[in-house]
């Protein structure tokens, strides 16, 4: 049984398609998510059905195979059950791929306030709040006011928050400019802060240098070893002391292993990961296998950090390591080979560092084009999505602005309700 | 000013364009609902920003007009101030337009239970109950109970629940069938449940039997002269005592003119809309317009249907009196020109009803395709809608079958809580 259909679970039930195992994936959603696309969703260039894609449809061809929508709430290792918030389903062999969610690390005010952009429903939610924003500053004569509702301070100076500020930057600046008259736009201020002393920390230093410039260029506020220790009603208190107003805080500078993890009762790794052997097994339950962010897996001391690569890699490995003891031959260790990372900034910039190779600025952006779209999981969806970026290329228009939830009637609560009554 | 950005509204304000008037458009949406489409996005062939278009890019174009986000809470006739829930906003004229909505008609339970199409959130809110219902199916082995969940009522034989019994079907029959093992399907059904002796009471007897025949072929079992009197949990009961189990109601048997009648005190028509003169002037207050599903008009004794052919006429005739009366002219009366009707039961199916000619079956359907693609709103919208309806009727696929919601911290309530503590 895979628990999880992201990256590491999707890739780990393909790799054991059509071989001699009934699999069983459990997710909380009925759709994977092409998460390094999640804030195109949040800067409105791109709609939901583009980045995420209905499980059931791309396992449709995995005949061994059967889908669960459900929320796994724990694991009972003794007797081999995943308890869920439907009912709880056996296992022979588990592979826990529950990923990350937002860390806010217990910082003061922070939770409830600011918003993540770890899932779908998180980029849909901050795409409705910076028009909303936008909505009520057109409301307001007070530029103290205005000034505050339009001030957006993006946390966390990695490919996220780039990415992010880069892509709010020109939403506000190419687009929103035209919808709102121009009085507002100059009161719009985008702040990226970064604990550290500079962006991209995990790139080569002249490559963080270009993405800094690239971001000041476009109006960004780049606020390098600014350390957030609390937030408060539309403003975030610094270390040293230090008041920014904002009315919207969106908070990429961490994430901590999903919740399953304290259920496995087993040594954790940085941001409550779970710690595994060289093999990706459970210490003391070598039918339980941890792959993708979940997992604390060391390699020349060093914990694999939390991206894609590291996750699909971790499940072929597993998903061949299940047919190995299936067949009565001992689980291998587990080897990560790092393909390089890239990050966009926007319009014609992006980094990109590939082995020895360093790219920045048009070509770097090409590059990171040109992967993702090759990486996006349906045919369909590339189309769509080639058609949305060349648009928004041609046209400076960003065809989605919505503010939208989907509303209706709450059948369980009326439920309730009535059986309250009855 | 204008209020409502539906077809009535929009048409409103776009025929005031490049006039000397300074006007402003409220409404509660940041969108325009292209509500023909809604039963698509409902059905999982189309994603919100194909039938929702952003308002302030509709009206980029108008130069005398400003946008203003706000619910409309009531009208202060003497003081001349529309109230909304941001704060009051004065007119010189005043045209309202904000619409109709689901009517329950006090029927017991149904308010709460049953799900309505009347709005984009309704319409993804039914989406997400379809699929739900699938995945939930899928947990269980009790065959009743799936039977149950799989029951899917279609309250209401116009246009609207016409044209949703047959989307739904296709999305069964064609798309949930390869993705939900094949023993549920048969599970299925779809009921569609007229208080009338026929379909589309609207149109001529042919046109009727035609829908009837088309759907009855794809698997919806249609009933006739069934009357709701009370719905309950997963049932509804009908007049004469019948009981129908149902895991999904769907109401589309009536609208009410928006909540904002109520406030004007004048005399109402049928579903509590405003009665006007035949100049569409408020009695007694000629300053004040009221267009669209909100109004009631009538011409030889008939009060006008609550389509769009009628409010977008109303509205260009309302603009050119506000003109008139700036000039010192008097306001002429209205005179409706019906340009016909036509409705869709999926595939290849339409009925279609212009002055003398009627149509039926593939002519129908294409006639339909190509009307709406000519009437969406905008030039990326028409294309992106093409490529879907190619894309599901070569493929016989849904693209947008996601279980979605935004979610997100909430603002307000944190700095309702924060209030509280400090």
Same mark, same amino acid.
């Given at each position: 049984?895979?628990?999880?259909?992201?990256?590491?679970?999707?890739?780990?039930?393909?790799?054991?398609?059509?071989?001699?195992?009934?699999?069983?994936?459990?997710?909380?959603?009925?759709?994977?998510?092409?998460?390094?696309?999640?804030?195109?969703?949040?800067?409105?260039?791109?709609?939901?059905?583009?980045?995420?894609?209905?499980?059931?449809?791309?396992?449709?061809?995995?005949?061994?195979?059967?889908?669960?929508?459900?929320?796994?709430?724990?694991?009972?290792?003794?007797?081999?059950?995943?308890?869920?918030?439907?009912?709880?389903?056996?296992?022979?062999?588990?592979?826990?791929?529950?990923?990350?969610?937002?860390?806010?690390?217990?910082?003061?005010?922070?939770?409830?306030?600011?918003?993540?952009?770890?899932?779908?429903?998180?980029?849909?939610?901050?795409?409705?709040?910076?028009?909303?924003?936008?909505?009520?500053?057109?409301?307001?004569?007070?530029?103290?006011?205005?000034?505050?509702?339009?001030?957006?301070?993006?946390?966390?100076?990695?490919?996220?928050?780039?990415?992010?500020?880069?892509?709010?930057?020109?939403?506000?600046?190419?687009?929103?400019?035209?919808?709102?008259?121009?009085?507002?736009?100059?009161?719009?201020?985008?702040?990226?802060?970064?604990?550290?002393?500079?962006?991209?920390?995990?790139?080569?230093?002249?490559?963080?240098?270009?993405?800094?410039?690239?971001?000041?260029?476009?109006?960004?506020?780049?606020?390098?070893?600014?350390?957030?220790?609390?937030?408060?009603?539309?403003?975030?208190?610094?270390?040293?002391?230090?008041?920014?107003?904002?009315?919207?805080?969106?908070?990429?500078?961490? %994430? *901590?292993?999903?919740?399953? =993890? #304290?259920?496995?009762?087993? !040594?954790?790794? $940085?941001?409550?990961?779970? /710690?595994?052997?060289?093999?990706?097994?459970?210490?003391?339950?070598?039918?339980?296998?941890?792959?993708?962010?979940?997992?604390?897996?060391?390699?020349?001391?060093?914990?694999?950090?939390?991206?894609?690569?590291?996750?699909?890699?971790?499940?072929?490995?597993?998903?061949?390591?299940?047919?190995?003891?299936?067949?009565?031959?001992?689980?291998?260790?587990?080897?990560?080979?790092?393909?390089?990372?890239?990050?966009?900034?926007?319009?014609?910039?992006?980094?990109?560092?590939?082995?020895?190779?360093?790219?920045?600025?048009?070509?770097?952006?090409?590059?990171?084009?040109?992967?993702?779209?090759?990486?996006?999981?349906?045919?369909?969806?590339?189309?769509?999505?080639?058609?949305?970026?060349?648009?928004?290329?041609?046209?400076?228009?960003?065809? %989605? *602005?919505?503010?939208?939830? =989907? #509303?209706?009637?709450?059948? !369980?609560?009326? $439920?309730?309700?009535?059986? /309250?009554?009855?």
């Amino acid at each position: 049984m895979v628990v999880g259909a992201g990256f590491a679970g999707l890739t780990t039930v393909r790799a054991l398609s059509g071989k001699p195992v009934e699999v069983v994936l459990v997710d909380r959603h009925n759709f994977h998510t092409f998460t390094p696309l999640l804030y195109q969703v949040a800067s409105a260039l791109l709609d939901p059905a583009e980045v995420a894609h209905p499980i059931r449809g791309l396992v449709r061809p995995l005949h061994n195979l059967e889908v669960r929508l459900a929320t796994a709430t724990g694991v009972d290792l003794a007797r081999r059950r995943l308890e869920t918030d439907v009912r709880p389903i056996s296992y022979d062999f588990l592979v826990l791929a529950t990923g990350s969610a937002t860390n806010f690390f217990g910082i003061e005010g922070l939770a409830g306030r600011a918003f993540g952009l770890k899932e779908l429903e998180d980029a849909l939610a901050l795409r409705n709040q910076v028009l909303r924003q936008f909505e009520r500053a057109a409301w307001t004569e007070d530029q103290g006011r205005r000034r505050r509702l339009l001030t957006f301070a993006i946390v966390g100076g990695g490919p996220t928050g780039v990415e992010l500020a880069g892509a709010l930057s020109e939403l506000i600046r190419n687009v929103l400019r035209k919808d709102f008259p121009s009085v507002y736009i100059r009161d719009t201020r985008i702040l990226l802060l970064e604990a550290g002393p500079s962006l991209l920390p995990a790139f080569v230093p002249g490559l963080r240098e270009s993405a800094r410039r690239t971001l000041a260029g476009r109006g960004v506020e780049v606020l390098l070893e600014r350390k957030v220790v609390a937030a408060g009603d539309e403003h975030l208190e610094l270390e040293g002391g230090e008041r920014l107003e904002a009315g919207t805080v969106i908070w990429t500078a961490g %994430v *901590r292993a999903s919740d399953l =993890a #304290a259920s496995l009762g087993a !040594e954790r790794g $940085r941001g409550g990961t779970v /710690k595994v052997g060289p093999t990706l097994q459970l210490p003391g339950h070598p039918e339980v296998f941890v792959v993708g962010d979940l997992a604390a897996v060391t390699q020349q001391g060093l914990q694999l950090p939390q991206l894609i690569p590291p996750a699909m890699q971790e499940a072929r490995h597993v998903a061949g390591s299940i047919l190995r003891l299936l067949a009565g031959e001992p689980a291998q260790p587990f080897r990560y080979a790092d393909p390089g990372m890239m990050a966009t900034i926007g319009r014609n910039a992006g980094v990109a560092e590939i082995g020895p190779i360093r790219m920045s600025g048009f070509p770097g952006w090409v590059l990171w084009l040109g992967f993702h779209l090759l990486q996006i999981v349906t045919f369909r969806s590339k189309l769509i999505v080639l058609l949305n970026w060349a648009w928004n290329y041609l046209f400076y228009d960003r065809p %989605v *602005r919505l503010l939208v939830r =989907a #509303a209706g009637p709450d059948p !369980e609560a009326a $439920r309730k309700r009535g059986r /309250k009554l009855n």
